[in-house]
């Protein structure tokens, strides 16, 4: 389905649909919010050999999330950067979310 997107802007509400189950959702903020504190620990305990494992974390729960609730590709085959970047304002919009409800 290689669909063309002439701006991120433009490419994001595709995206947004392409994860609409809360529980993909879910699956995609575990896997951003493991990759964090990967980072935090490669970072507190100086050793890069961690960083090894943010692929896994980060696509293996968002890949889940396709393949057991959406039933879908995920975008980040056709679209890497875009979904990539999509991830993470995903993820601050539902942070956001949460701190605003509180």
């Not at 696509?59 to 679209?79: Q, S, V």
């Amino acid at each position: 389905m290689n669909q063309r997107f002439d701006s991120f802007w433009a490419f994001y509400p595709y995206y947004l649909s392409e994860h609409s189950d809360p529980r993909c959702r879910a699956l995609h903020y575990i896997g951003s919010i493991s990759v964090l504190i990967i980072i935090g620990f490669s970072l507190l305990f100086q050793n890069a050999t961690w960083l090894l494992l943010t692929p896994i974390a980060g696509y293996g729960f968002a890949w889940l999330g396709h393949g057991i609730f959406e039933h879908n590709r995920p975008a980040t085959f056709e679209h890497p950067l875009y979904s990539f970047m999509a991830d993470w304002l995903m993820l601050a919009q539902w942070l956001s979310s949460i701190f605003k409800s509180s």
